[in-house]
C-alpha cells in the first residue's frame, strides 16, 4: 500500500485550468482518469487526510504510485479526452458500464448497390442505418415480415444473391411477393433504391404518409372495380398498422428522444435506457456496474451519456435526452452532444406530462434490474469467496489467490504441440488476458519439457517488463540458466506467438495493460507430480519465489504440490475443487482450440504455400489461370507471366519451388479404388469434395490431448 504523500506534487506544480489527469500503479498501469475543470482544486482533493476520504477513494489513492496530467483549452476537450482514456486504458477504478449482452438492430446496407434490410450486432458500420436496439432477435423479424408486404426490399445474403443473379430465378420470397427481385432485374438498383428509403423513412417514423397514400390507392382501385388491387391494397394498411401496434405511442407531439434512468445503492448502480422515435419505444437497453469510485447520480448519468454516444454521429444522437439529474457543470456535456449530433441537443429533467410519465416506468425498469442482478449475484460472489477461501487454506496460502493462472499443453501424436495459458480473477474468467504458446524448444512429444518451458517463457517476461519499469532495486537483471534476460529474448518466440519480443511494442509510459506484466497469485498446470515440478522448477531458475504452484490430475482429480508425495485431496462437494476444475477445463479447452486451428491450417496447405512472398490473392489467380496445381508446374516461365499479377522474377520463383517440390502421392478414389491421375487435386483449396490422397495426414488417427 503506497503512500500518497510519496508522489504528491509540489505547491505550484498542478496548473489551475481544465484537463484530464491520471493516476498509475506501481506497473505503471492507468487505475483511474479522471477530468477538472480546476486540476489544482480538485487534485487537492485526493491528498487530504485519508481518514477524511471515501473508502474507495482511499483505496485507489493508496494503490496508485504516481500521478499526472493532460490540459486541455475547454471542459468539453477534457471531457472528450476523458472518454478516450477510459476506453484505451479501461482503468480498474473508473466507472464502467458493460452490456450482459449484446443488442440486435435492425440494419438497413444502404451503402450497398441493392441495400438489403437484416438483423446485425456489434459495431456500427459506415454507410448502414440502424433501428433499435431490440431486446430480441425475433421481435426485429417479425416486424420485418409484416413490413415486406409493402416494402418487399431485399433481405437475403449476398451468395444467394449471386446464386439467383447467376441461375435467374429468384428465391421464394421473390416468387411469393415479399422481394422486389433485383437479383434477376424485375426492379432497377435505382428503383430499389427509393424503396428501402421509404422503408426507411417508416421505420423512422414518418407513417402517416404511406398510409394515406395506400388508403388512396385503395379507394380508387374500389371505384374501378379492380377489387382484387384494392383487397391486396387492404391488407398491407392492415399489415402496416399492425406493425406500428408492435411499438405503443408513449408521446403523443412525435418525439425522438432518449429517457435514461438510474438506480442505485451503496455499491451498485443500474442503468436503463429506452429509445423513443416519433413517439413510439422503438429499443430498450440496460447496464449495471459496481461503484468502484466515490460517484453522484449525475456523474453515473455523465459517464452513461459517454457510453451511448461516444461513437455515434448524426441522428443516432436525439434531439432531446432526458435524464433523472444533471451531471455538474451541464454546459460541457449538452456543447459535447450537440457537437456529436450536428445540431442542438436538449439535455434536461422532465418535471411533468407524458415525459415525466414515462421517465418513471423507465426509472422502474432500473430498480427491477438491479433487484434481479443483486439477486443472481449474491450467491455467485458467496460461491467465489467461499471457493477462494478453500484453496487457499488446502494449498498453505498466505491469502486468497485473487489471480489464478492455469497452464495445459496440447498436441496430437507430437505434432503441432501448443500450450495455452487463461486467467481468473476473483474467480471469474479474462479472456481479454489469455496466450497461447507454440512449442518450438525441441521436437517431438514431452509434456514434462514443454511445461517447462512454457513457464519459463511466461516469467521471462514478467521479469523483462518488471526490469522495464526499475522495480529491480540491486542494479542487475536477473538471470535464468545463467544467461542474462534481455528484453524481448523469449526463448522459441515465433511470429505467430502471442509471447513476441518486446521490441517496437509498448513503452512504460504508455499506462497499457501488458501482456505478461502482473504475476499470478497462484500457477495451476494440468497434470500430476511432473508437471508440478517442471513449473516449480523453471520458477525457481528464474528466482521467482512469491508465486504458489500446484498442479490438478485428471483421473482423481488429485491436487499436487511441489515435493510432496502425496496430494490434496479436497472434497467432491469443495467449491475450491470446483473451481480449479473450471481454470483447468478452460485451459484445456483454450489449449485443444488452437492446436487444432494450426493443425487445420497445415492440412490446408499445398505447394504454392512453399513460395516465398506469394499471397492468397495471387495463389487463386494462378489455380484459377491454370485449373490445378499439376498444370501450373508444367507450365513455362513465359506463361506464367500471363497471370495478372505475377512479374517474370515472380515466377522464376515459382517454377523453380514447384519443380523442387517433390510430387505427391496419386490421389484415389476411396469409392472405387480407382487411382486418379488425370488432373492434380487444388490443395490449397481445402474443399471437402477433393480426393483423398494416400497417406494424407487427415487418414491418421490419433489422440488429442
Known amino acids: 500500500m503506497a503512500d500518497p504523500s510519496s508522489y504528491r506534487p509540489k505547491p505550484g506544480q498542478i496548473p489551475d485550468s481544465p484537463g484530464v489527469y491520471r493516476f498509475r500503479d506501481e506497473h505503471r498501469r492507468v487505475i483511474y482518469v479522471g477530468k477538472a475543470k480546476s486540476l489544482r482544486q480538485r487534485l487537492a482533493n485526493y491528498f487530504q487526510d485519508l481518514a477524511g476520504l471515501h473508502p474507495r477513494t482511499r483505496t485507489m489513492v493508496t494503490t496508485a504510485a504516481s500521478v499526472e496530467w493532460t490540459v486541455v483549452s475547454t471542459e468539453v476537450e477534457a471531457l472528450q479526452l476523458e472518454y478516450s482514456w477510459i476506453k484505451e486504458y479501461d482503468p480498474r477504478f473508473n466507472v464502467k458500464y458493460r452490456d450482459d449482452k449484446s443488442y440486435p438492430y435492425l440494419a438497413v446496407t444502404m451503402n450497398e448497390e441493392f441495400p438489403r434490410v437484416q438483423v446485425m450486432r456489434g459495431h456500427k458500420k459506415k454507410g448502414v442505418r440502424y433501428f433499435g436496439p431490440y431486446a430480441h432477435a425475433w421481435a426485429i423479424r417479425d416486424t420485418v415480415d409484416l413490413l415486406l408486404r409493402v416494402f418487399p426490399v431485399r433481405t437475403c445474403s449476398a451468395g444467394v444473391f449471386k446464386n439467383a443473379a447467376r441461375t435467374g430465378r429468384p428465391c421464394l420470397l421473390g416468387y411469393i411477393g415479399k422481394c422486389s427481385a433485383p437479383c434477376v432485374g424485375r426492379i432497377t438498383s435505382e428503383e430499389h433504391g427509393e424503396l428501402a428509403d421509404e422503408f426507411c423513412d417508416f421505420m423512422a417514423g414518418r407513417t402517416g404518409t404511406y398510409l394515406r397514400r395506400l ?97 455515434e454521429r448524426g441522428d443516432s444522437v436525439p434531439k432531446e435526452v432526458l435524464v433523472p439529474a444533471l451531471p455538474e457543470p451541464t454546459a460541457p456535456v449538452q456543447e459535447w452532444l450537440t457537437g456529436r449530433r450536428g445540431s442542438n441537443v436538449s439535455l434536461r429533467i422532465p418535471q411533468r406530462g407524458d415525459k415525466k410519465a414515462l421517465m418513471e416506468t ?22 467465489r469467496s467461499r471457493a477462494l477461501e478453500e484453496i487457499a487454506e488446502a494449498l498453505d496460502l498466505d491469502s486468497a489467490p485473487l489471480r489464478i493462472e492455469c497452464y495445459d499443453i496440447s498436441h496430437l501424436q507430437g505434432d503441432d504441440v501448443v500450450a495455452s495459458m487463461v486467467v481468473f480473477e476473483d474467480g471469474l474468467q479474462r479472456k481479454g488476458e489469455y496466450r497461447r504458446f507454440q512449442i518450438k524448444g525441441f521436437e517431438g512429444q514431452d509434456d514434462v519439457r514443454s511445461m517447462h518451458e512454457v513457464i519459463t517463457r511466461r516469467f521471462r517476461r514478467y521479469i523483462a517488463e518488471k526490469g522495464k519499469t526499475g522495480e529491480w532495486t540491486d542494479g542487475e537483471t536477473p538471470l535464468a540458466d545463467g544467461v542474462p534476460l534481455t528484453v524481448g529474448a523469449g526463448a522459441g518466440a515465433g511470429a505467430d506467438d502471442m509471447d513476441t519480443a518486446l521490441a517496437g511494442g509498448l513503452t512504460e509510459e504508455d499506462g497499457r495493460p501488458k501482456r505478461f506484466a502482473y504475476p499470478p497469485q497462484l500457477v495451476v498446470v494440468d497434470g500430476g507430480q511432473p508437471q508440478v515440478a517442471a513449473a516449480k522448477r523453471a520458477l525457481d531458475e528464474l528466482g521467482v519465489d512469491d508465486v504458489a504452484v500446484c498442479g490438478l490430475a485428471k483421473r482423481l482429480e488429485e491436487v499436487w504440490l511441489p515435493g510432496d508425495d502425496d496430494p490434496v485431496v479436497l472434497p467432491r462437494s469443495s467449491e475450491g475443487l470446483y473451481l480449479l476444475q473450471r481454470v483447468r477445463d478452460e485451459a484445456h479447452r483454450f489449449a485443444i482450440t488452437y492446436q487444432r486451428a494450426k493443425r487445420a491450417k497445415r492440412f490446408r496447405a499445398g505447394p504454392l504455400d512453399e513460395v516465398p512472398g506469394l ?81 494424407a495426414p487427415e487418414e491418421r488417427l490419433g489422440q488429442e490431448t
Open 215 to 311: 388508403e388512396k390507392q385503395m379507394m380508387e382501385a374500389a371505384e374501378e372495380m379492380e377489387y382484387e388491387r384494392a383487397a391486396r391494397l387492404r391488407d398491407d394498411i392492415e399489415a402496416l398498422k399492425k406493425a406500428m401496434e408492435k411499438n405503443a405511442v408513449v408521446l403523443a407531439d412525435a418525439t425522438d428522444a432518449d429517457l435514461i434512468a438510474v438506480a442505485e445503492d451503496e455499491l451498485e448502480a443500474a442503468v436503463q435506457i429506452f429509445h423513443v422515435r416519433g413517439g413510439r419505444v422503438r429499443g430498450q437497453r440496460g447496464w449495471v456496474t459496481d461503484k468502484v469510485e466515490d460517484v453522484t447520480t449525475g456523474a453515473l448519468v455523465e459517464h452513461a451519456l459517454q457510453q451511448l454516444y461516444g461513437e
Open 615 to 695: 499471397g492468397e490473392t495471387r495463389k487463386q489467380a494462378l489455380i484459377k489461370h491454370f485449373g490445378s496445381v499439376k498444370k501450373l508446374r508444367a507450365a513455362t516461365i513465359d506463361q506464367i507471366c500471363e497471370v495478372p499479377g505475377i512479374g517474370r522474377k515472380t515466377a522464376e520463383t515459382i517454377a523453380v519451388t514447384l519443380a523442387q517440390a517433390a510430387p505427391p502421392a496419386p490421389a484415389v478414389n476411396t469409392a472405387t479404388g480407382e487411382i486418379i491421375e488425370d488432373e492434380e487435386p487444388d490443395t490449397t483449396a481445402g474443399s471437402p469434395g477433393d480426393p483423398v490422397t494416400a497417406g
Open 362 to 383: 423507465v426509472e422502474r425498469n432500473a430498480q427491477q434490474s438491479l433487484v434481479l442482478h443483486k439477486t443472481k449475484r449474491a450467491s455467485d460472489l458467496t460461491t
